[in-house]
């Protein structure tokens, strides 16, 4: 594990701390949420929620809390991650630090993760900032897309079939497909896990895919 240290130019006392952190793609950097959100931007603007002014920063001014850091979304991603090491037996990304801590660097991880819950028509309920960038969109409009039309009519068979496997086996990796933006732009998806998200009772309460290999298609 190494640590590396960044500090403001213009706000010395303030820093933002850098780990590499292991995951089941391999090492990436993840930030340390130990700053005021007011002071250090992570995500861009549309990625946030306004709530109130925590005690870290003494500007006295309204501070943009990120969405990793919604309670609703910490608890999911503790699902997202505990479902994962319960299939495959390894962890999606190495769980150090608090569910806060684990939920801001499931949030900025390179590997691009995706979720859907278990409506009749599933809709999408998590994507974090890797997926919303390759999807093209935001937070507040990814989560109200139906996850099926992340695929083209044409794909949407073999796309179903392919949950349903998962949602037998409990998991499925090595998957690859076809997947298309918000904005019409196809692009390939390689080498994918696909896994059943459960509850701390074993239930069913969604599906999550993670991938970092993917290539745009003309």
């Not at 890797?130 to 990814?142: G, I, K, N, R, S």
């Not at 083209?152 to 090595?174: C, S, V």
Request: hydrophobic share 35%; proline share 5%.
């Amino acid at each position: 594990m190494f640590l590396i240290d960044r500090f403001l130019p213009e706000r010395p006392s303030l820093r933002k701390e850098t780990h590499y952190t292991e995951s089941y793609y391999g090492l990436y950097k993840s930030a340390q949420p130990n700053y005021c959100v007011e002071c250090i931007n992570v995500v861009p603007t549309d990625h946030r929620q306004v709530l109130s002014h925590p005690r870290c920063c003494t500007r006295g001014m309204r501070v943009t809390i990120q969405i990793w850091a919604n309670p609703a979304v910490m608890d999911w991603s503790q699902l997202l991650l505990n479902s994962f090491r319960h299939w495959t037996g390894r962890d999606l990304l190495e769980r150090m630090g608090d569910p806060g801590y684990q939920a801001h660097a499931l949030f900025l991880s390179p590997c691009i993760v995706i979720s859907h819950g278990t409506e009749e028509d599933p809709i999408i309920n998590y994507g974090n900032q890797a997926a919303m960038e390759l999807w093209e969109t935001t937070w507040e409009d990814l989560t109200r897309t139906p996850s099926r039309l992340t695929a083209e009519p044409i794909n949407r068979a073999e796309r179903e079939w392919m949950l349903e496997q998962a949602k037998i086996r409990g998991y499925l990796d090595t998957y690859q497909g076809v997947r298309v933006t918000s904005t019409g732009r196809r692009f390939l998806v390689e080498n994918a896990i696909i896994w059943n998200v459960v509850d701390a009772r074993g239930q069913r309460v969604g599906q999550a895919a993670a991938f970092v290999h993917w290539t745009w298609l003309t």
